[in-house]
């Protein structure tokens, strides 16, 4: 009797899990049929690099706009209503952007660039193999003055004339310097933007920073090498992370730290970079905190009627060091 339970247990499994329906997206219309598009900007600006500054606009769209999503394979790479076929249907591209230096009061126009950017996801084994890469195009605001520069503590507001939208949207934001690497026993910052480490190491890199930014980008590469007369890169990861509060609350300075040793040891002769990308507040809350991107802890950015909006204002700054890998001892 048991074997016959079980063995009608399985043929109802078989039965239900066979049972397949195409589902219209019009069918869920009530949970999103009244939704309004909303405006979404990120603006960053780079104190190291100030003309890779940029400002993204786009404008959210319900799922059953079928200008945007309209279930074709548009660019013939078997994808449907992917991210980079939907993009260019929902930027902003015909803003008027100013950024003002509120210290100064200098202000700087910005314009719509295409493909200003490539946004880029690689992804890599360990730190000898190989990987893929995927790039999608992007487009945004840029400075077009050769003169504009994003200074060390001053603070900058953006002021955004929307006629996509029929909105004004301003936002403020301080900058803060860049990372300064340090010897964790000494606290003293290195001199030069190189150090060694052996390949059996345990050791870790650590900065400080200004007290008022709790959070970085990390980013580990292999620096370019020429292989089959092309330039390539031997591997790329980027990632977040935060503070240490331990060692912070130790020294009586902002430290962060990041780890070489990962479980195995690190092949001879190798070098890594490793940049420490800063973010200000304003842009590290845009980045950090879990709440919904219009959520008025998450974003400064308000409209005319004093609205919050999606997206944030904020600036990085970048330091990079090389850390080469000698054998051990």
Known sequence: ?????????????????????????????????????????????????????????????????????????????????????????????????????????????????????????????DFDGEGAAIVIPDGGYKPISSRFQVELYARYRIEIQSKMSEKTITGETTVYPPVEFIDIDTLSVFDGDRITLKSDDEKAIYWKSDFSVTSYIITVEVPERIRENRIESAFVASYLSSRERDLTETHGVSIGKENFYVGRRLNAGKTLKITVESLNPEYGRYIFLSLPLNDARRSNLRDQDGKPVMGAFGSTAAKTIYVSIEEPN
């Open 1 to 125: 009797m048991q074997t016959i339970r079980i063995s009608a247990i399985l043929l109802l499994s078989a039965i239900c899990l066979s049972c397949e329906r195409d589902l219209d997206i019009s069918d869920f219309e009530d949970d999103f049929g009244n939704y309004q598009p909303e405006l979404k900007v990120t603006g960053r600006l780079r104190q190291e690099k100030p003309h890779d500054s940029i400002v993204r606009i786009i404008r959210t769209e319900a799922i059953t706009d079928a200008d945007v999503f309209n279930g074709i394979d548009d660019d013939g790479d078997g994808e449907i209503d992917e991210y980079d076929e939907t993009l260019p249907l929902i930027q902003d591209t015909t803003a008027t952007v100013t950024v003002t230096n509120l210290d100064s009061g200098e202000k700087f126009e910005f314009q719509y660039v295409e493909l200003v950017d490539r946004e880029t996801v690689r992804y890599r084994n």
